[in-house]
C-alpha cells in the first residue's frame, strides 16, 4: 500500500480510538491518522485528504473489518451530515465509554488533571430528542448540508429529531425555501418558532410563529418554567435539558446567593428565583429580557467586562457559568480570584474547558466533580459539568 500520504493516496489501518471531533484515530508509518466516518475497531482503508508534520487526515473509503461497537443498521441510511450525527453507527455503551475519555482525555492532555468522569444520560432519548435544527432550502429541498459542504442533503425527516421538528421539516419542504431557516418546537405543545434573517412570505404565512430581526417583538413559549425565545439559543433538546439542568442544580446546591454567567433564558438560575438572591449576566438581549420578565432586577444584559465586575464586587455562595464553544478565556483571572464557595463550569467543548481550567484552579479551586452529559446523542459532541470547590 503506498504511504506517501498525499491527498488521494490509499491507506490501510487499524483504528484504535476516538478523537475530540469524532474522527477515528490509528497510525500509519509511524504517523497519527485521522479517518473521518471511522470508529473505534474498525479496520479500513481511508483516502489521504491532506497531512501534517505529524498527522495525517483521510475519510473512510471501504470498510475492511466493522468493530464490534458498529451498528448493522445504523437509524439512519443516508450519509453523515452537518448535524453532526457522525457517530450514527456507533453503538451503545461503546459510545458513552468513548465520550467520557474524550472529556478526561482533554482534561489531563491540555488542563493537567486526571479526574474520574462520571456519566448521565437517557437512554430512552437517544433518538428523537432534538426540538431545535438549523436546516437549509436551495429553492428544491430543504435538509442539513452535506458534510464539509453546502449541498443540501435531501431528507423528509432525521431519526434525531422528535416528531414535532420532523413535521416542520416536511412543511418547510412546501415552501421553495432558500437560506437558512432554525425551528424550534414545543415537544409537549402546539409552539413551532421559526426564525430567518430575511422575511419569506411563504414560510410566514405557514408558520404563525415565525421571527426576523426585523420584528419588534419575538414569539416565545416556557418550557420547565424557562422562556424559549425565536432566533435565541436554546439546548437542541429541551427534553435532555432536564438531565443536564438536574444535574448542574444538584452541583449548585441551594446557595443564598448565586451569580449566573452567560445565562441566557436563565435556564439554570430561574428555578432558584425567588428564594436565592440571583444575578446573571449575557450579551444576548432578548433571553434577558425574556428571563427579567419572570424574576424582575435579577437578569441584565452586558459582556465580559460586567461580568469581571460582578465576579470582583462582592461574595457569592455560587457562581455558575455556560459560556459558548470559545469557553471563557476572558473571565479565568476573575473566576480563579472570585469570592464564592463553589463553583460550576458548563461546557460543550472539553478542550476549552481544560484550557480555562489550568488558569482557574491556579487560585486554589479543586475540581471535585466531572460529569459528562449525554445531551447529543449519535454525535461526537458530549456537554461537561464540572464542579470546582476551594481548597
Partial sequence: MNTSFEPGTLIE???????????????????????????????????????????????????????????????????????????????????????????????????????????????????????????????????????????????SSCPLNHDRLNTALGYLQETGLQGDVLVTVNPEGAETLVWMDAD?????????????????????????????????????????????????????????????????????SLPYNPECKVLGIDHTRAAVNAAARLAPGAYLQGNETAMNARLAGRDWDAVVLDPPRTGARALTKALAGARAKKMVYVSCDPATLARDLREILSGGWTVTEVTAVDMFPHTPHVETVCLLERT
Avoid at 482534561?107 to 432519548?125: D, F, M, N, S, T
Avoid at 416565545?220 to 433538546?237: C, K, M, R, T, Y
Fill in 200 to 268: 419569506h412570505r411563504v414560510t410566514r404565512e405557514r408558520f404563525p410563529l415565525f421571527n426576523t430581526p426585523r420584528d419588534t417583538t419575538c414569539h416565545q413559549f416556557l418550557f420547565d418554567g424557562a422562556p424559549i425565545v425565536n432566533g435565541v439559543f436554546s439546548q437542541s433538546s429541551l427534553l435532555l435539558n432536564r438531565l443536564l439542568r438536574e444535574r448542574v442544580c444538584a452541583c449548585i446546591g441551594q446557595p443564598e446567593s448565586l451569580l449566573d454567567l452567560y445565562c441566557g433564558n436563565g435556564n439554570f
Fill in 13 to 155: 489501518l487499524a483504528i484504535d480510538a476516538a478523537a475530540h471531533g469524532g474522527d477515528g484515530v490509528g497510525r500509519v508509518s509511524g504517523l497519527v491518522c485521522f479517518v473521518s466516518g471511522a470508529l473505534p475497531g474498525d479496520t479500513v482503508r481511508a483516502r489521504v485528504d491532506r497531512r501534517g508534520p505529524r498527522a495525517v487526515w483521510a475519510h473512510l473509503e471501504v470498510l475492511l473489518e466493522a468493530s464490534p461497537s458498529r451498528l448493522a443498521s445504523p437509524p439512519c441510511p443516508s450519509g453523515p451530515c452537518a448535524s453532526a450525527c457522525s457517530w450514527r453507527a456507533f453503538a451503545y455503551p461503546a459510545q458513552a465509554d468513548w465520550k467520557r475519555r474524550i472529556v478526561a482525555d482533554s482534561l489531563q492532555r491540555i488542563g493537567g488533571l486526571r479526574v474520574e468522569v462520571g456519566w448521565a444520560e437517557e437512554p430512552a432519548c437517544r433518538l428523537g430528542y432534538r426540538t431545535r435544527a438549523a436546516f437549509h432550502g436551495d429553492g428544491a429541498t430543504v435538509g442539513y448540508y452535506a458534510r464539509q459542504s453546502h449541498t443540501v442533503i435531501p431528507m
